[in-house]
């Protein structure tokens, strides 16, 4: 379950990457847009871009297995989630507060960080699909001995 | 499928790249990576230091896929790739070790990130994520900060040539070159203290033929 410091993590202007595998192993991702951690702090929505979530809602849909890192472009804070598809549905109206408001805490980082601003806010948030996804396993993936440590 | 030299400011680590990985029984994992190297149209290599997890997985399984970005336009590259061999000595291990170390040394981080070995992969396929950047033509980066990415790679190609030098000579000489060629410094000279006086003494010069 994710403590206080890890959802507020989760729910900051992170870089955020989801993974999963197909039946023959091979590997698809996908950039998430931003993310809500849910009362209970087990399931937590990630919002990706329509387009691109087509790419890898049928491997969710038949294997379930998802990893997702999550990292603070500045420091380079590094949380992986494991865990399980759950569903999907279309992002509305509310949720484009939330998009909104991660991409404005995103880009706050990436400017700090050096990255050019004006390429970064060529980042599409919608429309959006909103994934919710069980978390099973958490570990630490900052850059460093303890990469790798389960949480 | 896409030639990765058509993207080639992908793999100059500005923008940090991913690698997927999944375990023998299906269970995904994904690695940030400072860099990835394109070492040829059909090769990329990765530097490994904190590794476990990635190497483990490609070891079961070899299959794997490489996210990297286009630091002027934001598009998305995935790399499906297969892991072929890691290597921790020969050509490959000691130019990518220079260059690591640079970079190590630039964060002070030179005595935490050790290389332990290079993961050469073979290139799958290549897909363009379209749709998660905006890919109508516009001129979204500063004159700063398209001058920043050039002269990285071109600061990248002039560490290339100066390593290639077999002596003193040949050492100023590829630098005064790949000055010229590089940022379009044709005419340049190198100096240093004479010992005991206060001039200057020419040893290298470009253009002033």
């Known amino acids: 379950m994710l403590n206080q410091e890890w959802s507020e993590f989760l729910e900051s202007g992170v870089a955020i990457t989801l993974s999963c595998c197909d039946s023959e192993l091979r590997s698809k991702g996908a950039r998430c847009v931003g993310a809500v951690v849910g009362i209970d702090r087990k399931t937590v929505t990630f919002y990706i871009q329509k387009d691109a979530s087509a790419r890898i809602l049928p491997i969710l849909a038949d294997t379930q297995k998802v990893a997702i890192v999550a990292s603070l472009p500045t420091t380079y804070k590094t949380l992986q989630l494991k865990g399980n598809y759950v569903g999907h549905r279309e992002a509305d109206s509310r949720d484009r507060v939330i998009l909104n408001r991660y991409r404005d805490l995103f880009f706050f980082q990436t400017d700090q960080a050096g990255v050019p601003g004006n390429v970064m806010r060529r980042m599409v948030s919608v429309p959006a699909v909103a994934l919710d996804i069980e978390v099973t396993h958490l570990f630490l993936s900052t850059p460093g001995r303890q990469a790798g440590v389960a949480l | ?209």
Do not use: W
């Not at chain 2, 476990?52 to 990297?68: F, I, M």
């Not at chain 2, 981080?109 to 379209?130: C, G, K, P, R």
């Not at chain 2, 905006?134 to 980066?141: A, I, K, L, N, R």
């Open chain 2, 1 to 209: 499928m896409i030639s990765p030299l058509t993207f080639k400011n992908a793999f100059l680590g500005i923008i940090p790249s991913t690698i997927m990985t999944a375990s023998s029984d299906g269970i995904p994992n994904i690695a940030y990576l400072s860099q990835v190297y394109l070492l040829s149209e059909r090769q990329i290599a990765l530097t490994t230091q904190f590794f476990n997890k990635t190497k483990s997985n490609l070891l079961e399984n070899p299959l794997c896929a490489v996210r990297v970005y286009d630091p002027e336009t934001f598009a998305a590259y995935e790399i499906s790739a297969r892991y072929n061999r890691s290597e921790s000595s020969g050509q490959i291990f000691e130019q990518l070790a220079k260059k690591f170390s640079a970079v190590a040394d630039h964060a002070g981080n030179s005595h935490f990130f050790q290389l332990q070995a290079v993961e050469i992969l073979d290139i799958v396929d290549i897909e363009y994520v379209q749709s998660e950047a905006d890919s109508t033509p516009q001129e979204v980066v500063s004159a700063t900060g398209r001058s920043a990415i050039i002269s990285l790679g071109s600061l990248q190609k002039v560490c290339e040539r100066v390593t290639e030098a077999q002596n003193l000579e040949e050492l100023f000489d590829s630098i005064l070159q790949a000055m010229d060629l590089e940022f379009g410094l044709s005419h340049s000279m190198m100096l240093v203290p004479e010992p005991n006086s206060k001039r200057l003494i020419t040893i290298s010069t470009r253009g002033y033929e």
